[in-house]
């Protein structure tokens, strides 16, 4: 009987092994940097939530003060309302 074939399906599976470890590592390696990413999203999405909440606040302040721009508040609020629109 030849060995020739049993060796050689021996050498492709080994192969193929080595190849799905390799290919698993680096799926591993993608995934963790996608949570890490998906992380710094968040945190970088809450401060901007809390920027947001805090120039509507500055502005509120602003128009009760007496003396203040019109027109000015008026476009500050307006540029708030126009970032709240592509906010999360």
């Known amino acids: 009987e030849d060995p020739l074939p049993l060796r050689r399906a021996k050498i ?3 192969a193929a092994v080595k190849k799905a470890d390799r ?5 591993t390696a993608a995934r963790e940097a996608s949570e890490a990413a998906a992380a710094a999203a968040e945190a970088a ?3 901007a939530l809390m920027k947001v ?3 509507e606040a500055y502005l509120e302040e ?6 203040s721009a019109e027109g000015q ?3 500050l ?4 309302i ?3 629109k592509y906010m999360p």
């Not at 290919?23 to 799926?27: C, F, I, K």
């Not at 602003?62 to 003396?67: H, Q, T």
């Open 12 to 14: 492709t599976m080994e």
């Open 45 to 47: 999405t809450q401060e």
């Open 82 to 84: 126009e970032a709240k």
């Open 62 to 67: 602003m128009k009760k003060k007496p003396g």
């Open 73 to 75: 508040m008026w476009w």
């Open 77 to 80: 609020e307006r540029r708030v």
């Open 23 to 27: 290919t698993r590592a680096a799926a």
């Open 53 to 55: 909440a805090e120039a």
